[in-house]
């Protein structure tokens, strides 16, 4: 099956850095790559995703990138604020069931 | 997401007792899941259903079973409880065809004892 590793477990940044997420994925057939982030005492809650036939994607200040030969994809926070601080989950699933396998988590601190 | 809840949030039992967590959903979604939270662990699937009669095993499914009683509710029992199911348990759903995007609750808290 599907095996996602995330990386860092741990970032810190001081407010105004930025901050990258790295995610690896094993299944070359994953077609679709989500991000969450879990805010103290909630659920995790999508912030971006991205799918096989794009190499990258914005929001504001997210962003994703997607490396299909490497199979690798990373997040992109710019100008991190204190509330960015959250744990962020990675994951990547493929057509048909769309199960996704989530990495382990990044929490990431956002200091003042 | 108030339109996924799950009851209760906070739970503390002893080893060897039966529990049932409960989640119920307005989004109209035929896919639920649950997953278990461990630290450092990320999100593991334990059961999904795709609709009302269809239950799959994730890939933690031993020591727990799963009952969808209606398309808005999944329950998530463990039949006897012991210290290593220790975790946070998160109910998701997600409507398929059209959206991969998987809709949580805000967790329940399960310490055993």
């Known amino acids: 099956g599907e095996n996602v590793e995330q990386h860092p477990s741990t970032l810190s940044v001081q407010e105004g850095d930025s901050a990258v997420i790295k995610c690896t994925y094993s299944?070359?057939?994953?077609?679709?790559f989500p991000w969450y982030k879990q805010e103290l005492g909630k659920g995790p809650q999508l912030i971006i995703d991205?799918?096989?036939?794009?190499g990258e994607k914005k929001d504001q200040r997210i962003a994703v990138t997607l490396n299909k030969t490497a199979k690798h994809f990373s997040l992109h926070i710019t100008e991190t604020q204190p509330e960015d601080s959250a744990v962020y989950f990675c994951?990547?699933?493929?057509?048909?069931?769309?199960?996704?396998?989530f990495g382990r988590g990044t929490s990431l601190i956002v200091h003042p | 997401d108030a339109d996924v809840t799950q009851t209760p949030r906070n739970r503390i039992t002893k080893t060897g007792k039966r529990i049932m967590l409960e989640c119920s959903q307005t989004k109209g979604h035929d896919r639920m899941y649950w997953y278990r939270q461990d630290p450092g662990l990320g999100l593991r699937l334990i059961y999904y259903s795709f609709d009302v009669k269809d239950i799959n095993k994730g890939e933690i499914s031993d020591g727990y079973s799963v009952s969808r009683q209606a398309q808005a509710k999944f329950s998530l029992s463990l039949e006897s409880a012991i210290p290593n199911q220790t975790a946070l348990y998160f109910c998701?759903?997600?409507?398929?065809?059209?959206?991969?995007?998987?809709?949580f609750g805000p967790g329940t808290r399960l310490l055993v004892l």
């Open positions: 998701a759903t997600s409507d398929f065809p059209g959206q991969e995007t998987q809709y």
């Open positions: 299944d070359s057939a994953s077609n679709y």
């Open positions: 994951a990547a699933s493929k057509g048909g069931s769309y199960i996704p396998t």
């Open positions: 991205i799918r096989s036939n794009v």
